[in-house]
């Protein structure tokens, strides 16, 4: 299943929306932050949804402009969608946890290095979402889209406080 397919779908619940429309929405939300969004797969998703029945072409206009309305297959299948990725707990795919699990394949320097430039990272992205927070109504989303930034905000603080107890461990020897 993806993430896309149902904010694709989902943009849709309102009204038709051409490609444009449908991205800028998704900006406007940050979903290129919190759900993994390539802009560019929107334009192909709407053409493929539309091939399979779940939305219809309302209007073609200049450049390709083509706008989209939610079928009744669409609005089913954005409520499937929805309701199933509520109930199943799917795991996570974070690259860092990879590293994690090669860390003692660098040498204590290069661990301590490592660990500090990620910390880094981590205190700048809590402090980027925490002054994004609220931000994001001023152009149209809805409130309750800063609960993504919230927990996005939960899982750098999570990690940020793993990263600093692993520097304290790598520095008194006891990891690797």
């Given amino acids: 299943m993806s993430t896309t397919r149902i904010l694709i779908l989902g943009t849709l619940l309102d009204g038709p929306l051409n490609g444009y429309q449908v991205r800028r929405l998704l900006e406007t939300w940050g979903a290129d932050s919190w759900a993994n969004v390539k802009f560019g797969s929107i334009y192909h998703g709407l053409g493929k949804m539309a091939e399979e029945g779940l ?8 450049g390709g402009s083509t706008v989209y309305a939610l079928t009744d297959d669409g609005r089913f299948e954005f409520y499937r969608l929805l309701m199933s990725t509520w109930h199943e707990l799917k795991p996570i795919v974070d690259p860092f946890q990879v590293a994690v699990t090669y860390l003692d394949r660098l040498d204590r320097h290069q661990l301590v290095g490592a660990l500090q430039a990620r910390i880094e990272q981590l205190r700048l992205g809590v402090a980027t979402s925490e002054r994004a927070l609220g931000v994001k109504q001023r152009f149209g989303a809805p409130r309750h889209i800063d609960e993504n930034l919230r927990l996005n905000l939960g899982t750098l603080r999570a990690q940020l ?15 690797p």
């Fill in 55 to 62: 939305m219809e072409v309302v209007e073609t206009g200049k």
């Fill in 161 to 175: 406080d793993w990263c600093e107890q692993a520097l304290t461990k790598v520095e008194n020897d006891e990891l």
